[in-house]
């Protein structure tokens, strides 16, 4: 979103970024900033500490459907509010543009199928995927 939108000829001021991280080793801040350098935004970071848990009546409050990661729009929206009105958003491009690691196993799915029976395959890939995710989810890497 950042790449496109740099590209605009009427965007003159520094675009302003915004990203939350939680003290997690699967925060994101790191990657935000890298990217907010090479773009050279005007990039802004809040760092949640406290028990999120305990916020979940808020988020739902101002959310139009209640989500599992609905923590990080929210304090995001909430630092962004401060200096903009409207923001643009890669919420859910990791799943439209397999920005995860087990995407790269549906990659060449379709060019082993060809080679393998139609019935067998559909179980074959199946079990492959149930068996990537699994060991993703025990390593937690999703």
């Given amino acids: 979103v950042l790449a496109l939108m740099s590209e605009f000829k ?17 925060d994101e ?23 999120v848990l305990q916020h979940y009546p808020e988020f739902i409050w101002h959310m139009d459907t209640p989500k599992t990661n609905i923590s990080p729009q929210y304090y995001i929206a909430k630092l962004a509010k401060k200096s903009v009105t409207v923001t643009l958003t890669g919420l859910g491009g990791d799943e439209l543009f397999a920005g995860y690691r087990r995407h790269k196993y549906y990659y060449h799915q379709k060019t082993f199928s060809a ?14 995927s149930k068996l990537a995710l699994s060991n993703y989810w025990k390593r937690g890497l999703l």
């Fill in 115 to 128: 080679l393998i029976p139609k019935f067998f395959g559909r179980h074959f890939f199946s079990a492959i």
């Fill in 29 to 51: 801040l790191k990657d935000a900033k890298r990217v907010s350098e090479e773009f050279n935004t005007d990039h802004n970071e809040i760092i949640v500490e406290s028990d």
């Fill in 10 to 26: 009427e965007v003159e001021k520094p675009i302003k970024t915004y990203a939350v991280g939680f003290n997690e080793p699967w």
